[in-house]
């Protein structure tokens, strides 16, 4: 079978099918990923790279960490954690659709302006100065998401073609009697 049938193949398993295909260590480890540890603490907690000692834990943080991203790059373990997304947003009840406008939903807010206020010692109150400020960074994240939820941004870069790459020696051979 090849890598891509494989793939595709992960991809239209349920939930229930990628548990007994993934180990319990690896489902450990994504349940401490996705539950916001480092890659390294991850797979530490769910137990790789870590050996006992005469009765004392002794964790290997730099091979945690290889291990950490090994794992997050292994198909079975990305299928196991797009299954658990999506599950988790089915009983959310969220669609992609759903999401693009809560995005444009915070876009929009992002940029209603609110008026910049300066205290007016005279009146004792905080008053409008005639600008605006807007929340340019949530604009951004939203148009941001936007473009990831219909698939505008392609985060893989593909390089293909030939180079045309030719060594060439031509740096002269030493004339010097010295040597």
Do not use: W
């Not at 950490?68 to 790059?73: E, G, H, K, M, V």
Request: aromatic share 8%.
């Amino acid at each position: 079978m090849a890598a891509a049938d494989t793939e595709k193949n992960l991809d239209e398993m349920t939930l229930e099918e990628l548990e007994r295909v993934v180990s319990k260590q690896r489902r450990q480890f994504v349940d401490f990923y996705d539950a916001g540890r480092s890659g390294a603490e991850a797979a530490i907690r769910a137990g790789f790279c870590v050996k006992t000692v005469d009765g004392k834990r002794i964790e290997n943080r730099a091979a945690a960490a290889v291990t950490a991203s090994r794992l997050l790059r292994d198909a079975k373990v990305a299928a196991y954690r797009r299954a658990r997304a999506r599950e988790l947003y089915n009983n959310q009840n969220l669609s992609a659709e759903k999401l693009a406008l809560m995005a444009l939903d915070v876009y929009n807010q992002s940029m209603e302006g609110s008026p910049h206020l300066v205290y007016d010692y005279g009146a004792h109150e905080y008053v409008p100065d005639g600008t605006f400020n807007f929340n340019d960074r949530g604009a951004a994240k939203a148009i941001e998401l936007l473009a990831r939820l219909t698939g505008s941004f392609n985060d893989s870069l593909a390089v293909n073609g030939d180079m045309g790459v030719q060594i060439v020696n031509d740096i002269p051979k030493r004339t010097d009697p010295a040597e």
